[in-house]
């Protein structure tokens, strides 16, 4: 019996996934099998994992590499039987099993992970490519532009990142159609005080800021250029405090800043700091960029909290972005689309791959610990390419007493010509339009090209205007 779970294996993150952690997820779930066949739910659950590390094979190739290591069992299922087993199992094992894995894991005072005793932490919400079947098309919907509807539907993903380790503290998925407002108001239930929350002008509303700011969690969020909150009271740094409420309110407050001859309204609203800053970038050859940037904060101590130091810190949220381009480019594939043609498959092959992505992270981020090094100079890239010879060889698929875990990644991870520099100059990337529509057309992004060696200033800007229209 014991060769049937032999091929329940990930390599040397067996270590952190064991089989312990998936019966347990497969009984709370109610999948465990009422008998023992060819393809047990725990091995399934470790295909599907697989799934995620060889995401340009098929199934018959997934299956290859977890058997192909000396002494595994000559098991030899088809391609059918295997999406049979997929289907058996269902996605209700790899949300149990996400939800074991996901949390912070920056250590107290890690570098890039706190700003003056808050954690710093960043969501953003992305959509993930899935196979174009008839099932899928009704449940996701496709995305649509001004060039037209999207050739595949997409499922919403909207991720609560830790800055400085790219750690998923949790994650929701949903249909195209599901706004990013409603995933990110789920997302609150993972913010905790003393976290300081930062995101880009996808989140906006009140009641979005509402929800995040009743958990206790600190917010440094970017404000639209639309958006231009009355100066309630002006401080000296520059920086102002004004107040974001609901539709009901905004008149009644905006008409009181105008005058300010009676007493303030009584209204509801979270009380917010607003920082105006022009961000100036100089290149090497002396050429010079300015945008303005707009942000509020709920840190309303300016003395504790100063302005320039927040604005620059607002550039942690990319980290964000940098997240979703380790999950979606390294680990799955540029341009990959997910394999599955059921909805639920399809969420199950997500979660896989979630689950695949955060343990790596937890892989290098321990080992940068350890070695006493920025986690940020850990090659993700690196810390997969291991694991999947790991899981291909069968190596390090239980603990050695008394050993770290996982010594042939941390190994591999830590060799000094895999790290990155301790010290990388910045580098600016201005957005551009990476797949148009035609070769041939007229890109007029082509000419922005990624700036090296740029220097950044923040400026901050004294507000003057008190008669600004209020907007939510």
Request: net charge positive.
């Amino acid at each position: 019996m014991e060769r049937a779970f032999a091929a329940g294996h990930l390599g040397e993150l067996t270590q952190v996934i064991p089989p312990s952690l998936v019966d347990a997820v497969l009984a709370a779930t109610g999948r465990v099998q009422s008998r023992v066949r060819k393809l047990p739910s725990r091995v399934v659950v470790y295909f599907v994992l697989a799934m995620a590390l060889f995401g340009e094979c098929g199934y018959r190739g997934v299956w290859a590499a977890l058997v192909a290591a000396p002494g595994m069992p000559d098991v030899d299922p088809s391609a059918a039987a295997l999406r049979q087993a997929r289907r058996r199992l269902g996605s209700a094992p790899l949300f149990a099993l996400f939800d074991q894995v996901k949390g912070t894991i920056a250590v107290e005072d890690a570098a890039g992970s706190w700003w003056r005793g808050l954690r710093t932490v960043a969501w953003d919400s992305t959509g993930i490519l899935v196979a174009d079947s008839e099932a899928n098309r009704s449940y996701c919907g496709r995305p649509s532009g001004r060039n037209g509807v999207g050739g595949f539907p997409m499922i919403r993903l909207s991720a609560l990142v830790e800055c400085g380790t790219r750690a998923l503290i949790d994650a929701v998925l949903g249909p195209w159609t599901q706004s990013e407002e409603s995933q990110c108001t789920v997302l609150c239930r993972a913010l905790r005080p003393g976290m300081l929350l930062l995101a880009d002008r996808g989140s906006k509303g009140f009641a979005l800021a509402r929800s995040a700011a009743a958990t206790g969690a600190q917010l440094l969020w970017r404000m639209s250029a639309d958006l231009q909150p009355p100066v309630l009271h002006a401080l000296p740094d520059g920086t102002y405090l004004s107040m974001s409420t609901g539709t009901n309110e905004r008149d009644r407050l905006r008409r009181w800043s105008r005058h300010k001859r009676t007493a303030p309204p009584q209204i509801a609203g979270v009380a917010i700091r607003v920082i105006e800053a022009a961000v100036t970038v100089r290149a090497a050859d002396g050429t010079t960029a300015t945008t303005p940037l707009r942000l509020f904060t709920t840190l309303l101590d300016h003395h504790r909290y100063p302005a320039a130091e927040l604005a620059e810190l607002y550039h942690r949220r990319w980290q964000a972005e940098t997240a979703y381009y380790g999950l979606k480019i390294t680990l799955r594939g540029s341009d990959r689309v997910l394999r599955s043609h059921h909805t639920d498959d399809a969420r199950q092959e997500l979660l896989g791959l979630l689950v695949v992505y955060q343990v790596a992270r937890q892989i290098a981020v321990d080992a940068a610990v350890h070695a006493g090094i920025d986690p940020s100079r850990v090659s993700l890239a690196v810390t997969i390419r291991t694991a999947r010879h790991t899981v291909i060889t069968a190596i390090g698929t239980t603990a050695r007493q008394g050993c770290q875990l996982t010594p042939v990644i941390r190994h591999a991870v830590l060799h000094p010509r895999e790290l990155a520099p301790p010290h990388r100059p910045t580098r600016i990337l201005p957005r551009r339009v990476k797949r148009p529509i035609s070769t041939f057309a007229y890109n007029v992004t082509r000419k922005n090209t990624p700036i090296t060696n740029a220097k950044i200033a923040f400026t901050i800007t004294t507000a003057t205007d008190r008669t600004r229209r209020w907007r939510t």
